[in-house]
């Protein structure tokens, strides 16, 4: 399993970034993805998970009506939309197989939302 996130950097409050993960070594279209984010000192919070289908999915209530998750299958690729960014939302983000969120993980993207 190999993962590798992009598209974090530092945004203001209200602001929006896409995240992407490249997949590779399973089969992506078969497999729940998911999105997990870390904090030093806070430990590891899920975000959501989207089913193989990228039809069905599923939000942490913190994040729930400002993030989407989609996915592209034939891309081997998953994504994260994030809108209405808050200081909170600022972590390592990190996408993962299967719908718990557990590693393996890539190594990551910051991202940052301060003023």
């Known amino acids: 399993v190999q993962l590798v996130e992009s598209g974090g950097g530092m945004v203001q409050p209200g602001g929006s970034l896409t995240l992407s993960c490249a997949a590779s070594?399973?089969?992506?279209?078969?497999?729940?993805m998911s999105w997990v984010r870390q904090v030093p000192g806070k430990g590891t919070e899920w975000v959501g998970a989207?089913?193989?289908?990228?039809?069905?999915?599923y939000y942490a209530d913190s994040v729930k009506g400002r993030f989407t998750i989609f996915r592209d299958n034939a891309k081997n690729t998953l994504y994260l939309l994030m809108n209405s960014l808050k200081p909170e939302d600022t972590a390592v983000y990190y996408c993962?197989?299967?719908?718990?969120?557990?590693?393996?993980w890539g190594q990551g993207t910051q991202v940052t939302v301060s003023s």
């Open positions: 989207i089913h193989a289908d990228n039809e069905t999915t």
């Open positions: 070594g399973f089969s992506f279209s078969l497999h729940v």
């Open positions: 993962a197989q299967g719908y718990s969120g557990g590693r393996p």
